[in-house]
T-cell receptor, first 112, second 114 residues
C-alpha cells in the first residue's frame, strides 16, 4: 500500500472549516484514499473514502487532485468534538487482506 | 444496532502471565481484524480473519501471540508469557467482508503488563 504524508498537527478555530492535507504521491490506480479519525481513548472512526472523484457525506468532504497524488479532508464547520487524530490511508483490497496501514496522522486541535 | 465490543476494557497483568482478549464483531461481518496501539503511536496491524480462517498473520510480533475465531463470530487474541513491551491498547475491527468496505472499530482493551 502507498505511503502517505500528513502534517503532524494543525489548529482550527471552532466554526471554521478544517482542511487537512495528505500527500500520497506513489498511489496506484486501484488504491482508494480513506480517512479515519481517533478521538482520545476511543477506537478509530471511519470518515470518508474515495478513488478519483470528490466525495461528500454528512461528516466531511474529500477532495482528490486530478493526478491523485494528494487529497484534502474538509470538515466544513469544525466543533470542539472534532478534536482528534486524523489518519489518511491509501489501500487496495488485495483479495486476501483488507488491513489498514496507519501512519502517525494529523492531530487536529479545534479551539474555541 | 450493536457495534464491535471488546472485553475486558482494561487488563493489568504481571510479566510472564498469559492473557486472553475477546472481540465480538458486528453480527454478519465476515472480516475481523486485530490491531495494536502503543502509547502515543499509530495502529499496528496484527492479524486478519475472513470467516474462521486467517489469511494474513503477518503482523503478529512473535510466537507468543496467537488468535482464533470460531463460528465466524467471536475472536480471541491470546498473549502468552506477557512482557512489558506488550503493554498497549488492542483494537478489534470488523467489516462485511466485501471489497473496499469500511472497518468498524471497537473501543479496545487497554493492557498493562507490570
Amino acid at each position: 500500500d502507498a505511503k502517505t504524508t500528513q502534517p503532524t498537527s494543525m489548529d482550527c478555530a471552532e466554526g471554521r472549516a478544517a482542511n487537512l492535507p495528505c500527500n500520497h504521491s506513489t498511489i496506484s490506480g486501484n488504491e482508494y484514499v480513506y480517512w479515519y479519525r481517533q478521538i482520545h481513548s476511543q477506537g478509530p472512526q471511519y470518515i470518508i473514502h474515495g478513488l478519483k472523484n470528490n466525495e461528500t457525506n454528512e461528516m466531511a468532504s474529500l477532495i482528490i487532485t486530478e493526478d491523485r497524488k494528494s487529497s484534502t479532508l474538509i470538515l466544513p464547520h469544525a466543533t470542539l468534538r472534532d478534536t482528534a487524530v486524523y489518519y489518511c490511508i491509501v489501500r487496495v483490497y488485495s483479495g486476501n487482506t483488507g488491513k489498514l496501514i496507519f501512519g502517525q496522522g494529523t492531530t487536529l486541535q479545534v479551539k474555541p | 444496532g450493536a457495534g464491535v465490543s471488546q472485553s475486558p476494557s482494561n487488563k493489568v497483568t504481571e510479566k510472564g502471565k498469559d492473557v486472553e482478549l475477546r472481540c465480538d464483531p458486528i453480527s454478519g461481518h465476515t472480516a475481523l481484524y486485530w490491531y495494536r496501539q502503543r502509547l502515543g503511536q499509530g495502529l499496528e496491524f496484527l492479524i486478519y480473519f475472513q470467516g474462521n480462517s486467517a489469511p494474513d498473520k503477518s503482523g503478529l510480533p512473535s510466537d507468543r501471540f496467537s488468535a482464533e475465531r470460531t463460528g465466524e463470530s467471536v475472536s480471541t487474541l491470546t498473549i502468552q508469557r506477557t512482557q512489558q513491551e506488550d503493554s498497549a491498547v488492542y483494537l478489534c475491527a470488523s467489516s462485511p467482508g466485501l471489497d473496499q468496505e469500511t472497518q468498524y472499530f471497537g473501543p479496545g482493551t487497554r493492557l498493562l503488563v507490570l
